[in-house]
């Protein structure tokens, strides 16, 4: 027992030195997990998967900028906890409904969506009235970009993005904050 917490503090002395390698660690196993928990949507079929590497190389990138000034600054850690959790809080429950509002389920994914519907949607939604967008957007193979301007799709697409990055970055800068009061700082 005592050989393992001796060896517990030589690795959070060996953090101490680190704290670029620790802000990297965060930055990039917190988008791993926004993936898995609640990934962003994607844009029409024809757009593929793109979107999705883009996303998480977006969000690895500013995560580890964001952690890497947090964990080289020393503020007092109760002001920055103070404001850094509620921050991330509210990105959090406001992405939740962002994401449901402006996508639809398709195949294992959620698709982008726009508030408009193209003239042919329109007809197709006038003679199927109740059907939800996700068997919309199955009727229409995916193609959403035949049930809405693509404008609009990546508008709603950005705005989600924007959400989701700035929502995985405050808990990542909030995991930073609280691995530094671990290692004593």
Sequence with gaps: MLGSLTMFKDLLAKWKSAWLL??????????IV??????????????GQQPAFAT???????AFLACSVMAGRQPALR?????LVPVAVVFMVVYFPLRAYFSCPFAD???STGWTYLPTAAEYVEKNPGQGCDLLIAD????????????????TWALVLLVY??????????????MDHIRGE
Excluded: H, Y
Excluded at 79 to 83: C, D, K, M, R, V
């Design 165 to 178: 990055v700035a929502a995985v970055t405050f808990v990542a800068m909030t995991l930073v904050r609280v």
């Design 22 to 31: 620790q802000a990297a660690f965060v930055a990039f196993l917190v988008p």
């Design 56 to 62: 998480f190389l977006i969000t690895v990138v500013v």
């Design 34 to 47: 926004g993936q898995l928990v609640a990934s962003p949507p994607t844009l029409w079929r024809e757009a």
């Design 140 to 155: 229409f193979i995916g193609d959403t970009d035949k049930l809405w301007p693509r404008s609009q799709i990546l508008v």
């Design 109 to 111: 994914d959620r698709m």
């Design 79 to 83: 002001s920055t906890i103070i404001w």
